[in-house]
């Protein structure tokens, strides 16, 4: 597996590897009940043998794992800027090729070996990047001819009761995670600028909005 380091990644990254140092031990035990739509997109994701797949924001290496057992002949690939998480996924998914790395300023190139990929997904990964209407336009440039962008993320839970969706915000806060309210109009943004056609998709009333951006 290659793994090259990246450095310089900022008070950003410092703040994720204290975040998860200890977390990452439990994470995806304790986000699997709330972190809705991540399975449904990999099921979406329809990757055809020796097609490559790139997570933005890998954390734990657990989606890519679900990844890796659906679709084995896939070539994977991640970044995340917190090396804490990436010593999980280097455990959970072991045919990787991972390393620690800025969505927003990306080298994938330098840092994974692929100049462009053609499956790229972010899954509850745009809500905790301070740039990240620039990471999802790095996402976008980063697509192969008849690749496809897949985005997942908190929505504004519009379909859920009032009381929940204040208690949920006033939480999510807490591990620095801010929902993005225009996250449609950003991904339409970024695929009129690509020249990608993009397809929003709202779920569990609300509670995770999502998006495809496709390069023909």
């Known amino acids: 597996m290659a793994d090259a380091i990246a450095v310089g990644l900022g008070e950003h990254g410092t703040?994720?590897?204290a975040q998860y140092r200890w977390q990452r031990h439990i994470y995806d035990l304790s986000r699997k009940y709330y972190l809705l739509g991540r399975d449904e997109m990999i099921?979406?994701?329809s990757v055809p043998p020796g097609a490559s797949v790139l997570e933005l924001g890998c954390g734990t290496g657990r989606n890519l794992?679900?990844?890796a057992h659906r679709y084995p002949k896939a070539r994977l690939f991640g970044i995340d800027?917190?090396?804490e998480m990436l010593k999980n996924a280097r455990r959970n998914a072991p045919g990787a090729t991972l390393s620690v790395g800025d969505a927003t300023r990306l080298d994938s190139g330098?840092?994974?070996g692929e100049r462009s990929f053609d499956h790229?997904?972010?899954s509850y990964t745009l809500s905790m990047i301070p740039d990240w209407r620039g990471a999802l336009d790095q996402g976008a440039r980063l697509l192969a001819p008849g690749g496809r962008l897949h985005v997942v993320?908190?929505?504004?839970?519009e379909g859920l009761p009032g009381w929940f969706r204040r208690a949920l915000q006033a939480w999510l806060t807490k591990f620095h995670v801010t929902p993005r309210a225009d996250l449609f109009e950003a991904c339409e943004a970024v695929a009129a600028r690509h020249g990608l056609r993009c397809e929003a998709v709202r779920s569990y009333r609300g509670y995770a909005w999502g998006a495809i951006l496709s390069r023909d």
Request: net charge negative; aromatic share 8%.
């Open 153 to 157: 993320d908190f929505g504004q839970q």
């Open 15 to 17: 703040l994720m590897d």
């Open 120 to 122: 790229v997904f972010m």
């Open 65 to 67: 794992a679900l990844v």
């Open 81 to 83: 800027i917190s090396a």
């Open 110 to 112: 330098a840092l994974l």
């Open 43 to 45: 099921c979406a994701l």
